[in-house]
């Protein structure tokens, strides 16, 4: 991994971020009979790109231009912060066609919106625009389209300029926090905490906050 990248933005080509899956391929198998070795090969390849996603040490931006289908919306969710366009559009996808969720969309939605929410969304195969996204915590900002890959950007920028070693130790904390007891959470927060204390962010944020200028954090 290129340490001196300190921030990932994640977009489309296009107007979507990401429509989900081929479903003309997906015919082209099922008239072959290969459908269950297409989804064992799919699912795996979504499972890299989350896992990816979500244990890199550094912020992920996703800009969101348009809908995000099926498998796309399990790339949208594993990322740190999102920003849409108005014509964003989140979508399960996979109830329309029977399938079974992938990219790890039954842990994410769930801890995001509860069991009854993520429920109300898979069940229902919801069409979510930005502003119902954006109220539900899905999404982070809505900006005019325009202007979303200036501010994807810009705060990709603004979050490289933070300590990005610290965002990597906190997206494992959140990612704990799934599946650890309190007293083993705060244990993790301990062990985390020295962790930093013996790296080299800390000690310029505490040297900036005395000097009272912003901190100058380096490439972890």
């Known amino acids: 991994m290129d340490r001196s990248v300190r921030c990932v933005l994640l977009t489309g080509a296009g107007s979507a971020f990401c429509a989900g899956g081929d479903v003309a391929v997906m015919e082209e198998h099922r008239a072959e009979g290969t459908l269950d070795r297409l989804f064992h090969e799919l699912t795996g390849e979504q499972e890299l790109s989350v896992r990816t996603i979500m244990n890199m040490p550094k912020p992920v931006v996703a800009a969101l231009p348009g809908v995000a289908a099926g498998g796309g919306l399990s790339l949208a969710l594993a990322c740190d912060w999102r920003i849409a366009s108005p014509k964003a559009l989140l979508v ?98 301990r062990r985390s905490a020295v962790e930093a204390a013996r790296g080299p962010e800390l000690p310029e944020g505490i040297r900036a906050f005395i000097e009272k200028r912003r901190p100058r954090f380096p490439s972890p």
């Open 92 to 189: 399960p996808a996979f109830p329309q066609l029977g399938a079974v969720p992938d990219g790890g969309l039954t842990y994410l939605l769930p801890h995001y919106l509860g069991i009854g929410g993520a429920q109300e969304l898979l069940f229902r195969n919801a069409r979510l625009s930005a502003e119902s996204a954006r109220d539900l915590g899905l999404v982070h900002e809505i900006c005019p389209a325009e202007e979303l890959t200036v501010r994807a950007l810009d705060r990709a920028r603004e979050l490289s300029e933070g300590p990005t070693r610290e965002y990597g130790i906190l997206k494992q904390l959140m990612l704990s926090a799934f599946s650890e007891s309190l007293d083993t959470q705060m244990v993790l927060e």
